[in-house]
């Protein structure tokens, strides 16, 4: 099996799991940034704290408490 044939098996079962989180198959953490070291991950699951201003670290912290992960 090949990764991206077990992404596309994976991404289902965690979109199913993680219901309340975007989840993305593929994800790039710098995508329009040129010049930027940006590497993909296989399959990622938000909150996704992308923009240089915003910061979710209370969002993860309260899913992570709630779900009891």
Same mark, same amino acid.
């Given at each position: 099996?090949? #990764? /991206?044939?077990?992404? =596309? ?14 989840? *993305?198959?593929?994800?790039? #953490? /710098?995508?329009?940034? =040129? ?14 704290? *992308? ?19």
């Amino acid at each position: 099996m090949t #990764a /991206f044939e077990y992404q =596309n098996i994976l991404t289902p079962i965690m979109i199913q799991k993680f219901e309340s989180l975007e989840v *993305i198959n593929e994800w790039r #953490a /710098f995508r329009g940034r =040129n010049h930027q070291y940006s590497p993909r991950v296989n399959v990622a699951i938000g909150p996704f704290n *992308i923009a240089p201003t915003s910061n979710k670290t209370e969002e993860y912290n309260q899913f992570f408490f709630t779900k009891n992960i």
